[in-house]
């Protein structure tokens, strides 16, 4: 992008009426300096002669005799009717090497470039990756409407700060949806805006673990979980997965020194069980005996394909353990950026507190477009279709399994959301995988860097959600040519 | 707000077709314990017989069956051509009491209202609020414009996950203006886009700051980034401000433990105060000697009234030990919650990994439309124009101080930035009069609550930024009234 008016100079260009040097002199020195730091780039635009006049607080004289000198050495350059902008003619590298003998430090541009990573601007649109929507259905007419019409309508008190715990209007629909879809015992009071559920993990975090606290978590278990929940010095102590979600036993084992448990029982992330009622109860009871906290992560709940889904933990729980943690990355698109944690009530003051504390509050004009969504009914409407369009996606990606890789690969857990669990033969690095299929544009995540432990299982996390039936019958076929070419 | 389409209720009628109850006896009980539990709200609509017939995977008939025996029974009722929703008439707590007896947990529903505060959806846009920019004079065609354009044009890659450290295309016009308005030596590579300067604090505690070291701020200080930089476990210490910023013999005294100092050198926070070049360059110089980390926090660089602005201590630095913050909320408005750092290379890693963490990346909307903003000059008119603006409404506030409130209270500092620093005479309690102000819906900050010590002055912090030539007229009028009933 080109900028295309003129830049503030102000700080750039600090005239000082007493030096000694005509005012002219000193506005050459200033630009040219600027132009030979890097301060102004090539082909950058500079004010109009008027306009820095104006903002220099001098007559335009001096400004116009610095612009004739710097154009005819060549540091600027006029375009007719567009304006004055610095030369592209000299080469970066030549402008660096007459500087160098400056007083000021010389700008550390071409080093910077080697040593940061590319942008990562393709939004990991590839298939395998998980937890994509499938953004080609979204409504996309429907929610800009609504965005672009509260753009125009926002009023003073939108712009202004916001309150941390989010818009009134958004927690009630939150907790309306939260009440009928997923069977949560919620008020809008208890329901917390953050900027989705790596926000909600990291501020569970900050308000339940400390140093020398010990969380359970699954094991194999979700990385970001990980990494958000280990920030304020807890111990994280991995637990087994079984078929039927958690080890029970094993969190028992553990004895009371354990602070919380981080759960996904609706859809385990990343093997796909689900917690039966029974063993929720029984986990509910474990947190009640061991007075510890429960942070369910519901993630992407609103999809199962095999059987009736159940309610959240969370609506089971009578003493006030749980901490429900969902986000609207997975159901609408992930550059939304919101998610919310519902909080019991004897804790909402610990968690507003620290919620402000993390970032203030959440951008007002999605969290108004998002309550529109949720109120008018688009949000239900758009689940109840998607069910359709991720049931067809589903079966797409194990059909095209089952004729191209049945050879090199296990199908484990199909049964809800996004992804499909694999498990590769033993002795197959799931990591070697993943990069082979990143060399043919494809992208899955290894199921081993899932676990805290040694002991790993080797697998591959195949999303389908973000990807048309087509698009996933060619991407299995690759990836059965990937399979049968690993040593 | 209403909700107008029908609710998922999958997760609150959990259909078991094994068990011995017929299908409608099940669907009616699964609606009027939802009802009776406050899972589904008087006033909220049902979904269809036809749409739950769909939804739940059986025929109408029992769906019309459990229908009609809850609207006769009063739980459900109809209105004619819109629909069937959970009646009206009776009252919440009737219902509660019915449901005594029942195996689920009551719901906390009024427990919960009455713990949780209000919510705070004014904006705080009452006279003397600091840090809120000239709403009213923000271009507000020209923003809705923009961002109801991008909304239109949204594509699959900006929905989807994006580059923790910014879009390119933002980082880009951030690092130019940046050189150019305020003399920092960046590339784009170097810019890290956030929610806001809280966050960027909370971003140099997570990278710079653990358990057991210790920085220094300013004191007085930003209450906020006291809060922010001490997340990680750091030892906060005061450094006392003078009239030319922050003491540098007392910041060498701490001895060579400090692991960073914080600083506001453009506009000291909460006192006004500018540092001169040669105090940057012993600031610089005891970052260098000690090897600490200078966070240099920018917040209101942009206005200056006295004199011309000085570039930003990151512009000086050779040694990379700059960390410098900045934030969108003071020069365009607080609901955009965008913020920045810049960072030197060799910490770039860290910070961006910990940026991702954090809480993945920041809405692309935002980051689209602010591009663009800056990209076509129009952030560079709004600056230029909001000096005029600030100017007039700093003059009515201290014509206004000078008028109604001479006697009461003195004008520390009034040479930059959004508000207008004061003192009030020894023993007028501050925060007394920030209570008594509230009663006349101001609202004013204590100077006294910006201190980490004992030793604390009183007076009152006065934003001007946000409020008209006639409102400040009246506010001070106001003001002077309140301090004169002071016992």
């Known amino acids: 992008m080109r900028i295309t008016a003129s830049p503030q100079l102000l700080a750039i260009l600090p005239i000082v009426r007493r030096s000694g040097a005509p005012l002219h002199r000193q506005i050459y020195d200033g630009l040219r300096r600027a132009i030979l730091d890097g301060l102004l780039r090539p082909g950058q635009r500079v004010p109009a002669t008027r306009v820095l006049a104006v903002e220099l607080e001098v007559s335009r004289l001096p400004v116009l005799s610095a612009y004739e000198q710097l154009l005819h050495e060549g540091y600027l350059q006029g375009r007719v009717g567009s304006g004055t902008f610095v030369s592209e003619a000299l080469p970066e590298d030549s402008l660096r090497a007459v500087a160098g003998g400056h007083e000021r430090p010389p700008v550390a541009g071409h080093r910077v470039r080697s040593r940061v ?140 020194r354990v602070r919380a448990a981080y759960v996904t029982p609706s859809h385990q992330y990343p093997l796909g069980a689900s917690l039966s009622a029974p063993r929720r109860l029984a986990l509910l009871d474990w947190a009640r005996r061991r007075d510890a906290w429960l942070l369910e ?71 108004l477009a998002l309550a529109e969504f949720l109120g008018e009914g688009h949000f239900a409407r758009h689940l109840r279709r998607m069910r359709g369009v991720y049931l067809h996606r589903r079966e797409a990606l194990l059909d095209g399994l089952a004729e191209h890789c049945a050879d090199a690969l296990g199908v484990h857990n199909a049964d809800a959301g996004l992804h499909v669990a694999t498990m590769l033969p033993d002795g197959v690095d799931d990591v070697d995988v993943v990069r082979r299929l990143a060399a043919h544009r494809l992208t899955a995540s290894a199921l081993s860097t899932c676990y805290l432990g040694r002991e790993r299982r080797s697998g591959l996390l195949l999303g389908f959600g973000g990807f048309t039936e087509s698009q996933l019958a060619q991407a299995t076929r690759t990836l059965g040519q990937v399979l049968r070419a690993v040593p």
Do not use: N
């Not at 509260?150 to 818009?167: C, K």
């Not at 975090?205 to 194999?220: F, S, T």
């Not at 933990?313 to 003493?319: C, I, K, P, R, V």
């Open 297 to 367: 992560d519901d993630y992407d709940s609103e999809y199962r394909y095999v059987s009736r889904p159940l309610g959240a933990l969370q609506g089971m729980d009578a003493h006030g353990r749980v901490v429900y943690i969902g986000t609207f990355s997975k159901v609408l698109f992930p550059a939304l950026r919101i998610g919310y944690l519902v909080v019991p009530p004897t804790s909402w003051g610990a968690f507003a507190a620290a919620r402000e504390a993390f970032d203030l509050f959440s951008p007002t004009l999605y969290q």
């Open 117 to 256: 990573p590319p942008a990562r601007e393709d939004g990991g649109l590839r298939p395998f990756r998980v937890s994509l929507p499938a953004l080609d259905q979204f409504p996309h007419d429907t929610w800009s409407g609504i965005v672009a019409r509260h753009a125009r309508r926002f009023d003073r008190a939108h712009m202004a700060y916001g309150d941390p715990a989010g818009l009134g209007v958004l927690r009630a629909a939150i907790a309306e949806h939260l009440r009928t879809a997923r069977a949560v015992r919620c008020e809008a009071e208890q329901v917390l805006v953050v900027s989705g559920s790596q926000a909600a993990l990291r501020l569970c975090a900050a308000v339940l673990l400390g140093q020398g606290h010990r969380i359970a978590v699954e094991e194999p278990g979700y990385p970001g979980a990980h990494a958000a929940l280990g920030t304020t010095g807890a111990e994280l102590i991995p637990v087994p997965v079984g078929a039927d979600g958690i080890d029970l036993m094993a969190l028992d084992a553990l004895g009371s």
